[in-house]
């Protein structure tokens, strides 16, 4: 309560200064008058009263001041004066004033850009009523070493009512899906869920309303509730579109509600978000009869009750898959070892980006850094230079302490400036940064600067003023005050316990920009390495274009049932494709290299359980691949290696045997020791298919990514295993953007109703595939050229400043008949030591962190030997030019003249 | 900002308290009610007393208003307020117990050690 008071007076001081202070002064007028009105009364003359008067009440400003520093305001006055003359330095230094406002405006900047993004995506919670309860389901197997299984509907059943665990779980279904009735063709992302997919998220609906259990069908649901921007693009924002019926793949659904603008599916989408919102009851056509065996669920998101932790709710759905298991032993072989896993919905969506994003982070945190050991450099050479006005105000009286506050103001004032700068740069140029990071890294679109933001940035701010200040701020208070008068009056300011600092700044310095460069070094011969890779095929004169057929709910609404109804459109396709002037060859495949095109993928990889003829089926080995269904011209298009056997013809069609090409990663994992020509193999667990025979092996192709090995593949002919995801491959020298108008004229005079997508070349798609490691390898290596260059102005700075403050010990030794090499040797040395120790403190601190970067690396072991030669080699070379430069100047002293100066 | 209370302006903060807790006084009525309680016997340098007035009054002990003065000028009138006469209170006891302890401690002859 004490303090309450104090505090309230502090504020009436601080509002009423000025009041206050004249109502002070009045009071002590009053006091003297007073007195001396007492002294005339006992005899004395007006004017000795007043004298006296005044000699018995003392110094009259120091008693104010008194006054001041009871009520706590003197600080508050000091801060005024020690800004106004901070302001005043700045002012009459502007060349250090920029550069240090420049760096630090650059440095705040790039780290709280960066930071918003990390905020927005890691950091900030789904915005989802109390997202943190919501999970990930996944199935797994260990024993066949696999995650994320398929599901059946007992098994959906068992985690609602028998775990305990849940208050909802909905399935998801995710994908393409064409929307018509629009002024062109649309391809547009999907999701299925379950009735309470909405409820269980907490959306509430800007027009119309959501699913509920009311809507419950058996199949799907003839209502479909669409995105704010579907609503917008497709709907010019109509108040009246709930009633509406819209096709999507040819079903007709009567709209029933838009969502809230900023809504998003928590899921990976292929391309975009998704627009269009149905709910399926599971248990009706199109969907098999409920059996646990038939897993054909594919993704499944969980509330948890409210009061469980993740680790109650794991253990409980672990107890769980162990009693399935038993209850149910011809369901879950137990080689299989089946069983349930959660995870925090917000990992899975963005734990795939975080090393990223905090590599990036550590990058900008290492630059400020550094950039704020430049300006402690700085300043402390400045504080060199100011001992003896230091020096002269301790003589006078100042504390210590008094005078390590006023440097302080003056540091924390400059990065103040600095910070606010770099939150201008950062406001000013986010969006643009926001361009260059890769569409993949999710929830992008919640990236702004709010408070959070704001405040990392004024702590950043506060923080480097406190590392650049700190130092000279302390060096100051140290003056010795006889010797810096002397130092001081002679004109030299490099003493030993300066140097020191200096050159332990230096160090450090030099230490933080060795570890960006190890970063990027690392980062860049990744990608190096990538560029190089060989994918297996030609890139080069390839422009590819997607479509999508589209799964109507009900099948006779499908123009392209079954094997011989997509053979037709196959044909007809390539026939077109071909027709066009300039293409040289066509060919389709279900899946394009690198595009990871398939939403119900696992780390980008959409593999498949299949048997092999001649092995038995309790065999433990995990048999699965990725299948991709090709035309037979498709390993010629992209002009990839057949290595043994046949390719594919146009005989290979349905009716007759069917065949599969095999790459080589399929046939060493699977027919290590064998001839897998002539093998069979059957995808999927039905005994009823036929079986399909091995005809070809190609080497490998990088389907799935540049930076992704050893996934087996199993190549079938389209006529015989098709697929409703389409993209064609052309080989022709005609750019993308040319034939993009032809081949949507092609396709939709076959059916008006395709959606045509993403046509571009393969080199771009190849590029694309790279695009967020090239953003965090191109990042990192400007920031470590920034560091190297910062670390050389630095070395540079801290040499030239010694040469001038020594030059007349220089011109004594020469004038005494040192050499110029010795005076050369003598700042060489001193350059060449500082960059010794700076770079083998920088190599142990990066060998001991490189492996934190190991997730972001492909071909490179994070001790690459080859980048941790060829830094500390390179930063050395920079340093020693960087020294050498002064040195010789050194040299070039004339003894004569700096004598004579001095 | 010196923070150590040395025993004098512990003593004046003390006196001026207990000067206030008779009636409101302005600064220098406050000089003149210590010296005459005193006796005369106290040796007060007057500028120091504000620092005390405005610090008590930072705490909360004292309150100000302006007012009239005997001469009819405007002067500022310090009174006591309610938790300076908890203060007070409790300054006096505590001075009182140290003054009775060192005064023991000071009669105390060669015999009684």
Redesign the interface.
Do not use: C
């Given at each position: 309560?004490?303090l309450l008071?104090?505090f309230r007076?502090?504020l009436k001081w601080i509002a009423n200064r000025q009041k206050l202070e004249s109502?002070?002064e009045?009071?002590?007028r009053?006091?003297l008058?007073?007195?001396a009105?007492d002294l005339v009364r006992k005899g004395l003359s007006q004017q000795e009263a007043m004298r006296q008067a005044r000699i018995?009440?003392?110094?009259?400003e120091?008693?104010?001041d008194?006054?001041r520093?009871?009520?706590?305001i003197?600080?508050w006055g000091e801060l005024g004066s020690d800004l106004h003359y901070g302001v005043r330095l700045l002012r009459k230094n502007p060349g250090f004033t920029a550069v240090a406002i420049l760096t630090l405006a650059l440095g705040v900047g790039a780290n709280t850009a960066i930071f918003s993004i990390v905020n927005a995506v890691l950091l900030r919670p789904l915005p989802f009523r109390d997202a943190d309860r919501l999970v990930r389901i996944y199935f797994n197997e260990p024993g066949a070493g696999l995650r994320a299984v398929r599901f059946s509907k007992p098994e959906l059943d068992d985690l609602q009512t028998r775990a305990g665990v849940f208050e909802d779980v909905t399935p998801i279904f995710e994908g393409s899906e064409n929307l018509t009735g629009t002024k062109q063709p649309e391809r547009v992302e999907g999701v299925n869920g379950s009735f309470s997919y909405f409820s269980m998220l907490g959306v509430i609906p800007q027009i119309g309303r959501l699913f509920g259990p009311q809507d419950f069908a058996p199949g799907f649901a003839p209502e479909a509730v669409i995105s704010d921007g579907l609503w917008r693009r497709g709907y010019g924002a109509d108040p009246n579109v709930v009633g509406r019926t819209i096709r999507i793949d040819g079903d007709p659904l009567t709209i029933i509600g838009v969502l809230p603008r900023g809504f998003r599916h928590p899921g990976p989408t292929v391309s975009g978000d998704a627009d269009v919102f149905g709910a399926a009851g599971l248990s009706g056509d199109p969907f098999p009869p409920p059996m646990r065996g038939t897993r054909i669920l594919i993704n499944g998101i969980g509330r948890l009750k409210p009061g469980l932790t993740l680790a109650q709710a794991q253990a409980r759905l672990t107890a769980m898959a162990a009693e399935l298991r038993h209850d149910f032993p011809t369901d879950y072989p137990p080689q299989a070892q089946w069983t349930i896993e959660i995870q925090p919905l917000q990992e899975t969506l963005v734990g795939n980006v975080r090393p990223m994003l905090l590599v990036l982070l550590g990058a900008v945190t290492l630059i400020v850094f550094i950039v704020s050991l430049n300006i402690a450099n700085l300043l402390l050479a400045r504080a060199s230079g100011r001992q003896q006005e230091m020096a002269v105000r301790l003589a006078l009286g100042a504390s210590r302490g008094r005078m390590v506050r006023q440097m302080l103001t003056e540091s924390m004032l400059l990065s103040l400036i600095g910070g606010a700068a770099g939150i201008a740069t950062a406001v000013g140029t986010l969006g643009f940064i926001l361009r260059l990071v890769p569409a993949n890294v999710p929830r992008l679109n919640e990236v702004r600067i709010d408070w959070v933001v704001l405040a990392f940035a004024l702590l950043i701010s506060l923080l480097t003023g406190l590392v650049f200040g700190l130092a000279p701020a302390l060096h100051s208070a140290k003056v010795a005050l006889s010797s810096a008068i002397r130092e001081g009056g002679r004109g030299s300011g490099y003493s030993t316990a300066t140097g020191r600092l200096r050159d332990v700044l230096i160090v450090s310095e030099l230490a933080f920009a060795v570890i960006l460069m190890v970063g990027a070094g690392l980062l860049l011969r990744t990608m190096r390495d990538l560029l190089q890779e060989n994918p297996g095929f030609s890139p080069t004169q390839v422009v590819t274009a997607n479509t999508w057929l589209g799964v109507p709910n009900d099948p006779k609404m499908d123009p392209y049932l079954g094997i011989p109804g997509k053979a037709t459109f196959d044909r007809e396709l390539l026939r077109r494709m071909k027709a066009i002037p300039g293409v040289e060859l066509a060919a389709i495949t279900s899946s394009l290299p690198t595009t990871n095109s398939n939403p119900n993928a696992v780390d980008g990889v959409a593999i498949e359980g299949f048997a092999i003829q001649d092995r038995p089926a309790e065999s433990s080995q995990d048999l699965r691949a990725e299948r991709i269904r090709i035309s037979p011209d498709y390993f010629k298009v992209l002009q990839a290696t057949l290595l043994r056997g046949r390719s594919f013809t146009e005989g290979d069609e349905d009716g007759k045997q069917p065949v599969a090409i095999i790459d080589e990663s399929t046939a060493r994992k699977y027919w290590p020791t064998r001839d897998p020509l002539g093998r069979q193999v059957r995808f999927g667990t039905d005994p009823t298919k036929p079986w399909t025979t091995v005809v070809g092996i190609i080497k490998d192709i990088k389907s799935d990514g540049l930076d992704i090995d050893g996934v087996p593949h199993i190549f079938v002919s389209t006529y015989q295993d098709p697929s409703k995801e389409v993209s064609v491959v052309l080989r022709t020298s005609l750019p993308a953007a040319l034939l993009e108008p032809q081949i949507r004229h092609e396709i939709q005079s076959i059916d008006p109703g395709l959606p045509v997508f993403n046509v571009s070349s393969m080199n771009h798609i190849l590029d694309q595939s790279l695009a967020s490691r090239r953003f965090s390898a191109d990042l990192v290596g400007g920031f470590a050229g920034l560091a190297v260059l910062l670390a050389a102005i630095g070395i540079y700075g801290l040499l030239a400043y010694m040469v001038s403050q020594r030059s007349r010990e220089i011109s004594i030794r020469m004038a005494l008949g040192a050499g110029r090499d010795v005076v050369l040797k003598l700042f060489l040395q001193k350059g060449i030591v500082l960059a010794g120790l700076g770079i083998v403190a920088g190599m142990v601190v990066s060998a001991s962190t490189a492996s934190l970067m190991g997730s972001l690396l492909y071909g490179v072991r994070p001790h690459d030997p080859a980048v941790f030669v060829i830094v500390p080699a390179l930063l050395f070379a920079v340093a020693v030019l960087a020294s050498y430069l002064p040195a010789r100047r050194a040299t070039k002293v004339d003894p004569m003249i700096a004598l004579r100066e001095a | 900002?010196?923070k150590q209370i040395d025993l004098l302006q512990g003593t004046l903060d003390m006196l001026i308290l207990k000067a206030v807790s008779l009636g409101p006084l302005?600064?220098?009525g406050v000089?003149l009610r210590i010296q005459q309680i005193s006796g005369e016997q106290l040796e007060i340098?007057?500028?120091?007393l504000?620092?005390?007035l405005?610090?008590l009054?930072?705490?909360?002990w004292i309150a100000s208003e302006?007012g009239e003065?005997d001469?009819n000028?405007?002067?500022?009138f310090y009174s006591l307020t309610a938790?300076g006469r908890r203060q007070l209170h409790s300054e006096t006891e505590k001075w009182n117990r140290m003054a009775s302890l060192i005064a023991s401690i000071l009669r105390t002859t060669s015999e009684q050690v």
């Open positions: 309560m004490n008071a104090r007076s502090w109502e002070m009045t009071e002590v009053f006091h008058e007073s007195y009105a018995e009440f003392g110094g009259i120091t008693h104010k008194d006054v520093a009871s009520v706590g003197r600080w | 900002m010196g302005h600064g220098y000089l340098q007057q500028g120091s504000y620092p005390a405005y610090r009054e930072h705490q909360g302006w003065s001469n000028r405007k002067a500022k938790a």
